[in-house]
C-alpha cells in the first residue's frame, strides 16, 4: 500500500498562482493518475465542457470516458452509483453541480452513504467524495445559492469539508478521495477564480486540522469558506484601529478541530462565528455551545455569531448583499464584543 501521509510537507515546490478548479484539477488528476479505481462521475464533466465550473477540464481526453462520465440529470442517480461502485472496491468521485440539489440525493446521501459502514459492522466502507458548488453572492436565486453545510453536519457518518483557498483545495480533496468514509467537499462559486499559490504535484491536507489564516490577540473569528476572505478584509480594517483579530479558518467542519477552536478562544477571550449558512440552527450554534461551555467563566465576553439571514436567497443584488455576513457586519460585531465589559 502507497504511503499517505498524514500532515503538511514542508517546504514543497509552489506552483504560479493557479484558481481554485484549477487546484481542483490538479488533485482529481494525480488521484486518478495513482489510483485506477478511482472515477468522476456527474453532470456535463466530460470534455469539451469539463464541468461547469472546469473543475475536470481535460480529464475525459486523458483517461477516457470510461473513468470520466457524463449522467443524466438525476443527483439520486448519481450518488447512488457511486455508492454502488465505492462497495464494488472503486472510489468514485461524483458531482453534484449545486449543494441546493442536495435534496434530490438526501436519500442516498444520508440514509445509504452516511449508514452502510455502521449498518454492516464496520465491515463495509463507502469511499465516496461527493463535490459540489456552493452560490452566494452570485445573483443565482433562492434555489442556487444555500449554504447546506448543516445538513451535512447534522447526519453521522459523512465528513464535511470547505476550503477557502485553491492551496487547500488541492491538498483536501486529494485526502478526502483517499478517506475510507463518504466525504462531502463544498466549493464556493465565488472562489474558484480565486488565484493562488499552489505545491506543485502530490500533496495533502489532512482532515479535522483548522488553520490560523490571521494571527491576533483580541479577537477570534471562527469561519469557513468564502466568509474567510471576508474576515480578513475585517481584520485588516480593524487592525488600523488598534484591534487584533485572529483568523481561524476550520477547513473542515467534521471531523471539527475542537483544539484549535478552544485554543485561539482561550487566547483572545472572545469568539465570533461566521457563515454563510442561515444563522438560526446554524453550524455556529454547535460551536458557540461548545466554546461557551468548555472555556464557561474565561470569556471576556458572549459567543457571537454571524450568519445568513433566516429567508430564501434573494435574488436582488442589493437585498442579497444584505443576506450574507460581510466584512462590514463582521467588523461591527468584533467593535462590539471588544468594546463589550
Given at each position: 500500500?502507497?504511503?499517505r501521509?498524514?500532515?503538511e510537507p514542508?517546504?514543497?515546490p ?9 487546484a481542483?484539477?490538479?488533485?482529481l488528476?494525480l488521484?486518478?493518475?495513482e ?10 464533466i466530460?470534455?469539451?465542457i469539463?464541468?461547469?465550473?472546469k473543475g ?12 470520466v462520465?457524463?449522467?443524466p ?16 472496491g ?11 440539489f ?30 459540489t ?15 447546506l453545510?448543516?445538513?451535512?453536519m ?6 464535511v469539508?470547505v ?5 487547500d483545495?488541492?491538498?483536501l ?9 463518504p ?24 482532515l ?15 469561519t ?5 476572505p ?13 484591534i487584533?483579530?485572529?483568523v ?34 446554524g ?8 466554546v461557551?461551555h ?10 457571537e455569531?454571524?450568519g445568513a439571514?433566516?429567508?430564501?436567497v434573494?435574488y ?19 467593535r ?6
Amino acid at each position: 500500500m502507497m504511503d499517505r501521509r498524514s500532515q503538511e510537507p514542508a517546504g514543497a515546490p509552489e506552483d504560479p498562482a493557479i484558481t481554485m478548479s484549477e487546484a481542483v484539477n490538479q488533485a482529481l488528476d494525480l488521484a486518478m493518475a495513482e489510483d485506477p479505481e478511482v472515477f468522476v462521475i456527474g453532470e456535463d464533466i466530460e470534455d469539451p465542457i469539463g464541468g461547469v465550473m472546469k473543475g475536470t477540464k481535460g480529464l475525459s481526453t486523458r483517461y477516457g470516458r470510461e473513468r470520466v462520465r457524463n449522467t443524466p440529470i438525476s443527483e439520486q442517480a448519481i450518488v447512488g452509483a457511486a455508492i454502488g461502485a465505492s462497495l464494488a472496491g472503486m472510489r468514485p468521485v461524483a458531482e453534484v453541480m449545486l449543494m441546493d440539489f442536495f435534496a434530490v440525493a438526501m436519500d442516498q446521501v444520508a440514509n445509504h452513504a452516511a449508514k452502510l459502514r455502521y449498518m454492516s459492522g464496520g465491515r463495509t466502507n463507502v469511499p465516496i467524495t461527493i463535490r459540489t458548488s456552493v452560490g452566494g453572492g452570485r445573483q443565482f436565486g433562492a434555489q442556487h445559492s444555500q449554504s447546506l453545510e448543516a445538513w451535512m453536519m447534522h447526519t453521522p457518518g459523512l465528513k464535511v469539508v470547505v476550503p477557502s483557498t485553491p492551496r487547500d483545495a488541492k491538498g483536501l480533496l486529494y485526502s478526502c478521495i483517499f478517506d475510507d468514509d463518504p466525504c462531502i467537499f463544498m466549493e464556493t462559486m465565488s472562489l474558484l477564480f480565486i488565484r493562488g499559490p499552489v505545491p506543485a504535484g502530490r500533496f495533502e491536507l489532512p482532515l479535522g486540522v483548522a488553520d490560523v489564516k490571521r494571527a491576533g490577540e483580541d479577537a477570534t473569528v471562527v469561519t469557513w469558506g468564502w466568509q474567510v476572505p471576508e474576515a480578513l478584509a475585517a481584520a485588516e480594517v480593524l487592525s488600523a484601529e488598534g484591534i487584533s483579530v485572529e483568523v481561524l479558518d476550520l477547513r473542515t467542519l467534521v471531523p471539527l478541530d475542537k483544539e484549535a477552536i478552544l485554543a485561539s478562544a482561550a487566547k483572545t477571550g472572545r469568539v465570533v462565528v461566521v457563515h454563510a449558512a442561515t444563522q438560526f440552527a446554524g453550524p455556529g450554534a454547535e460551536i458557540a455551545s461548545m466554546v461557551s461551555h468548555d472555556l464557561f467563566g474565561r470569556l471576556s465576553a458572549p459567543v457571537e455569531r454571524l450568519g445568513a439571514v433566516y429567508s430564501p436567497v434573494p435574488y436582488a443584488s442589493g437585498l442579497e448583499a444584505r443576506h450574507y455576513p460581510e466584512r462590514t457586519r463582521i467588523a461591527e460585531c468584533i467593535r462590539a464584543l471588544v468594546g463589550h465589559s
